[in-house]
């Protein structure tokens, strides 16, 4: 007998709820960087209603995050966002969630990643170390895969895994939030600094 799906009655609108916006400025994301990649899904489950932010993956499914929650809308897939025009040098930046993505268009949009400032790049977010045979055709494709994963074992076998699968055509950035889990407890950290560049957070 089929399962029913754990969600129902799914409301996606643009993001604009105070409570997930709040959340996102104490992860110290930009909110308008958060508006742009992002949605607010409305869901119902087991008969009461929740309300998430949402970021879109390939097959129309959806990440959930908020204070309280993290799952997914199915069908679980990654996340692959491709810039505007042609990208010259076909580079790919891999990132293993959403909140760490949209830590790193934070600290670009204030020019706190200078290594990256000449780089035109697509994206792809895994959404779930799981997902990287799914990534791996799309990686194929490009001329180099520069990989910000976390700093723990399951991001360091992910990165193993891709570089044996592209052939040693894969780079590993975590050295960039070194001492840090990841890029989000990067920018937390960063936000605490005196003269920092954050005080844009509202």
């Known amino acids: 007998q089929k399962q029913p799906p754990a969600f129902t009655d799914i409301d996606v609108s643009p993001l604009n709820s105070p409570a997930l916006l709040a959340y996102l400025r104490e992860r110290k994301i930009d909110t308008d960087v958060a508006r742009n990649e992002c949605v607010e899904v409305h869901y119902a489950c087991n008969g009461k209603r929740y309300y998430a932010i949402g970021f879109r993956n390939r097959l129309g499914g959806y990440e959930l995050r908020n204070r309280w929650f993290k799952g997914c809308i199915a069908p679980k897939d990654i996340s692959h966002m491709k810039q505007d025009g042609e990208n010259e040098n076909k580079i790919c930046l891999v990132f293993e969630g959403f909140i760490d ?3 790193f268009r934070t600290l670009r949009k204030y020019g706190s990643l200078s290594c990256f400032d000449a780089m035109e790049s697509d994206f792809i977010v895994l959404n779930s170390v799981s997902s990287i045979c799914k990534a ?4 194929r ?4 895969t520069v990989c910000l994963l976390d700093n723990d074992a399951a991001g360091r076998n992910a990165f193993a895994s891709l570089y044996k699968a592209l052939n040693g055509n894969a780079e590993d950035m975590s050295s960039l939030y070194n001492g840090f889990k990841d890029l989000n407890e990067l920018i937390k950290s960063l936000s605490n600094l005196s003269n920092n560049i954050f005080v844009y957070i509202r």
């Open 101 to 103: 993505y949209l830590s």
């Open 136 to 139: 791996l055709p799309l990686l």
């Open 141 to 144: 494709e490009y001329d180099k």
